[in-house]
């Protein structure tokens, strides 16, 4: 650490600022200094590092306007340009799609009637370096070379904020540009209208990953707009309101007060009008903001609080806490009125509708986390679920913007639900979702015609055969636990039996689910479990058969007793670990990443594997491997996380596991003890209550569990309830460099 010699006075000032944010807490429980938004921006992470707050509506954060894999969330480490800042984006998504609403300073009038085939004919787009570049939990700044602007974010719930400092005596200009679109976007309508000196709106529908996407938005500036130049097409509009394809205006402000201009901005998927209502009162300034979005940040930190002496893990826990908490986003306007795929305008009673809901991944880890961190988000997360169920009459697989993409395998939200109900999550209506759960899983659609058929789905039929007949396989699972539950004896059988569709799969010989055609005998040859088919020909999703051989969660005990036992089991385990990293293939998925052996910890379908040992009465290198994956798949920089942070699940899966704990089965209410990286963590609970997990003599080479004790009682397994952490309490492990081949071992 860098010592520095400063004036008393500017020690006082900075000592009084923080009390004012921070009221009752010292240095020590100032989360928000261990959060770097910038991890997970380079390499595959896909993370914007722009400004939101936990679960916010909007993300204002720069874009550099490429158009590529690696810029899906509109931003990558890499980059140097910046074409504006838009207020939607994704986090850490494989698909890139969102960045509505650009707006972008300038000092100069540019041409906005040029046509543009890249970011690089832009005439507003700006350098930037990464040294005059920030980024903090809540908020956002950068400086922008060419037109010399210091540029400025922070958000609250509903509302965006922009501070543009301009150079002395230049020319003061915000261009807003609605045919902006990179990656799955196009625009198809927008409108622009000045309202009056300070006030602009307008709307912008498009279409991409999200196929119906309407986008209103209300913009306020803190000085009156003395000239405008506003396009349609690429053609300039007289008047004050101009509608298009592509639309944009140029406004020119008075520059004889101050360098400074400041922007509120607010959207609504619903109408300007709500737009408006969305709008934070006028009294509301960008600093009173910023340091709120702060305040707001370090309280939802400040749910679990880690002692190390390790700064840097520190740094890649808390960045990974606010990581779980940027998405799913608000939806819902301020009214509660939100905008269904069909157009439907319906209100949201007494819960906030959620929308951006990557299921696939977030049912893992994510979604069981914030029911210890968020359970009234869980709630209304079903909520958004449920009033989807309203009109499709089944459950969402993928939502972004209310729309559904249809996007990866299986119907995630059902374990969502089940995990929620069985914690004793409250908020929603469980006999209605069960329904819901139900009829999804008896319908027709994706493959289940197939399944409801063969008992599996046959890879000659439908691709993907093996990865979407084990995770239908394991929704059954959760549907038959939800029964049991609400007393549906009936259902729960029907349900219990259909999950065990694995057995179908199972190839003895090889040790791997395979996929076999419908005449229930044939496996599909030739086979090499090292392949990969990016999407396409294949019998696995994003992945090989090393990779998805794996999902059986709902009955771990017995997918190792159909290997043969422990031995053959441990062996076969261990071997993912250890064989080459080789993929082969002619379009290997870019997903597969993070390779440990043939283990792909930067795809979900990977993160429960390394738990699975504690099943097999080698918990010993359950905690090996843990460590080994949370020692060299995160780190502080950019590159930070080992493939794509999808919406929270990569982080979900640390923040868990560098506690020593992980949710196996998501919907056991359960969670698998791995190897805790911290001396102390402790979660705080609903209702004042905390629960501690503490590791004595735990180090870089202190990773193996010798004993345990709960709350004064020896404790010798190796998991533990939901409703056990719920009580409060302490787990207090001991920790050595040889395993205790003792430990967790007794069934």
Not at 134 to 156: H, M, R
Not at 250 to 258: E, G, I, M, W
Not at 716 to 721: C, R, V
């Amino acid at each position: 650490m860098k010592k520095f010699i400063v004036p008393v006075l500017f020690v006082i000032l900075a000592t009084s600022c923080k009390i004012k944010s921070y009221k009752n807490n010292n240095q020590e429980n100032i989360f928000v200094n261990h959060v770097d938004p910038f991890i997970g921006t380079g390499g595959h992470g896909h993370t914007y590092p722009g400004a939101t707050v936990p679960f916010g509506m909007l993300q204002v954060s720069p874009d550099n306007g490429t158009a590529g894999w690696d810029w899906c969330s509109g931003y990558h480490y890499s980059d140097s340009i910046v074409s504006g800042f838009s207020h939607l984006h994704l986090s850490g998504t494989g698909i890139g799609d969102l960045a509505d609403i650009l707006f972008m300073p300038t000092n100069k009038k540019v041409d906005l009637t040029l046509k543009t085939t890249s970011r690089d004919q832009l005439p507003y787009k700006s350098f930037y370096s990464h040294v005059n570049e920030k980024a903090a939990p809540g908020s956002y700044q950068v400086f922008l070379k060419d037109p010399k602007i210091n540029v400025e974010l922070t958000s609250s719930q509903r509302t965006a904020y922009h501070k543009y400092t301009f150079a002395k005596n230049d020319r003061q200009s915000v261009v807003v540009d609605l045919g902006f679109a990179i990656n799955w976007d196009k625009a198809l309508k927008t409108a622009i209208a000045i309202e009056d000196q300070f006030t602009i709106s307008g709307y912008r529908y498009s279409t991409g990953w999200a196929k119906n996407q309407k986008v209103f938005f209300v913009a306020k500036f803190s000085k009156p707009i003395t000239e405008s130049v506003l396009t349609a097409d690429k053609q300039i509009v007289n008047g004050k309101k101009t509608e298009g394809t592509n639309t944009a205006v140029q406004l020119f402000f008075d520059t004889q007060n101050s360098d400074e201009l400041f922007v509120k901005v607010a959207l609504s998927s619903v109408s300007t009008a709500n737009a408006k209502d969305n709008l934070d009162a006028e009294k509301v300034t960008f600093d009173n903001t910023k340091s709120e979005a702060s305040s707001i940040w370090n309280k939802a930190l400040s749910k679990i609080k880690v002692e190390t002496p390790v700064d840097s893990l520190k740094t890649i826990f808390y960045t990974a806490m606010y990581h779980t908490q940027v998405a799913p986003v608000a939806y819902s306007d301020k009214n509660g009125q939100f905008r269904k795929e069909d157009d439907q305008i319906v209100t949201a009673k007494d819960y906030t509708a959620y929308s951006t809901l990557s299921l696939w991944d977030t049912f893992r880890a994510e979604n069981p986390l914030l029911t210890l961190l968020a359970p009234d988000k869980t709630s209304d997360i079903i909520n958004s679920m449920l009033a989807y169920y309203d009109n499709k009459k089944i459950l969402p697989v993928w939502t972004l913007y209310a729309n559904e993409t249809n996007t990866m395998t299986g119907y995630h939200s059902i374990p969502v639900i089940a995990d929620a109900y069985l914690k004793g999550i409250k908020g929603f209506d469980a006999e209605k979702a069960f329904q819901a759960m139900k009829a999804t899983m008896m319908q027709d659609e994706r493959g289940l015609n197939l399944y409801k058929k063969y008992g599996y789905i046959p890879y000659n039929l439908l691709d993907e055969s093996v990865t979407i007949t084990l995770e239908y396989a394991y929704d059954d699972w959760c549907v038959a636990q939800m029964a049991k539950a609400l007393g549906k004896t009936e259902d729960y059988k029907f349900f219990l039996k259909r999950s065990e569709a694995y057995q179908y799969l199972f190839d003895s010989k090889s040790g791997f689910m395979r996929g076999k055609s419908e005449d229930g005998k044939s496996l599909n040859e030739p086979f090499d479990p090292k392949h990969s088919n990016h999407r396409e020909h294949t019998d696995y999703t994003e992945g090989n058969a090393w990779q998805h051989s794996w999902f059986v969660p709902q009955n771990v005990d017995h997918l190792i007793s159909i290997h043969g036992g422990n031995e053959i089991f441990n062996k076969r385990l261990e071997q993912l670990f250890t064989e080459s990293s080789e993929i082969t293939g002619n379009n290997v998925s870019a997903d597969i990443s993070g390779l440990i052996g043939q283990y792909a910890h930067g795809n979900e379908p990977s993160h429960h594997i390394a738990y699975m040992f504690n099943h097999s009465g080698q918990p010993w290198r359950t905690q090996y491997w843990v460590r080994h994956i949370l020692d060299t798949q995160y780190n502080t920089t950019p590159n930070g996380l080992s493939g794509n942070e999808d919406c929270g699940q990569m982080s979900a899966w640390y923040v868990f596991s560098s506690m020593g704990l992980y949710p196996m089965n998501p919907a056991s209410g359960e969670y698998e003890i791995g190897s805790p990286i911290f001396e102390k963590s402790t979660i705080n609970l609903e209702g004042g209550k905390t629960f501690v997990i503490e590791a004595e003599n735990v180090s870089d080479k202190n990773f193996y569990i010798q004993s345990a004790v709960l709350n004064g009682v020896e404790f010798n397994q190796t998991a533990i309830t939901h409703q056990q952490i719920l009580k409060g309490g302490v787990l207090h492990f001991v920790m050595g460099a040889q395993p205790n081949k003792n430990w967790g071992t007794k069934k």
